[in-house]
């Protein structure tokens, strides 16, 4: 597993630009460092497919912060295993070109467990490709910086391409247990 940059500061960063999950300031300037994503982050669990977790989002204020909040159950039962909060960087899910970023990172506070955060480009067709890696929610807000280059291929041959990024998720998944994350930020850095 790829240990990701962690910071414990609390605290947003400058909005910065852009359409669809971007917040809506302006062009982003060559110089700037950081883009703020504004998510309409929707739910996704395996009942998609015939399993049996349950949960939702809601969006709420969380030590203090306002944030998204994923919570279910995640259950192995008939197939399933997994929860989900997602969004698409463009309104009409087209690819966005995150080619002149070097990642993403997420501002998370959690119940101490693993959860999987994937991307999806339009290179991907089908829903089991991902290209992903593995953050722990922590019980304090914490900064988790990912490089591009640290998102592993999942069932597919095709290198990632951030020119094609089309989609963000965060999941409980792969083992019984109670999801409970919440993300209060998500940007592409430099």
């Known amino acids: ?12 960063r400058a909005v910065l630009a852009g359409l669809g999950a971007f ?3 302006g062009p982003v300037q060559a110089k700037e460092r950081v883009m703020e994503l504004s998510p309409r982050w929707a739910y996704i669990a395996d009942t998609v497919m ?6 939702g989002i809601t969006a ?5 912060r306002p944030a998204t909040r994923l919570t279910g ?3 192995l039962d008939n197939n399933g295993g997994f929860v989900q909060m997602a969004f698409d960087l463009l309104p009409d899910g087209s690819a966005f070109d995150a080619s002149d970023w070097a990642g993403i990172s997420l501002d998370v506070m959690g119940n101490g467990e693993v959860y999987d955060l994937r991307l999806r480009t339009s290179d991907l067709t089908r ?3 991902s290209y992903r890696t593995e953050i722990e929610a922590t019980p304090d807000w914490t900064t988790i910086t ?8 999942h069932r597919t041959d095709a290198p990632f391409d951030a020119s094609k990024l089309r989609r963000v998720g965060v999941l409980g998944i792969g083992r019984e ?5 919440a993300v209060a930020g998500v940007q592409l850095y430099r």
Do not use: K, N, Y
Not at 60 to 64: D, L
């Open 127 to 129: 829903p089991w490709q």
């Open 146 to 153: 990912l490089p591009f280059t640290s998102f592993e291929r």
């Open 1 to 12: 597993m790829h240990r990701p940059t962690i910071s414990r500061r609390p605290g947003r």
């Open 50 to 55: 015939g399993g049996v977790s349950s949960g």
């Open 73 to 75: 159950d995640v259950s």
């Open 60 to 64: 709420a204020t969380v030590a203090g």
């Open 177 to 181: 247990f109670r999801a409970d994350v």
């Open 23 to 25: 917040a809506a300031a």
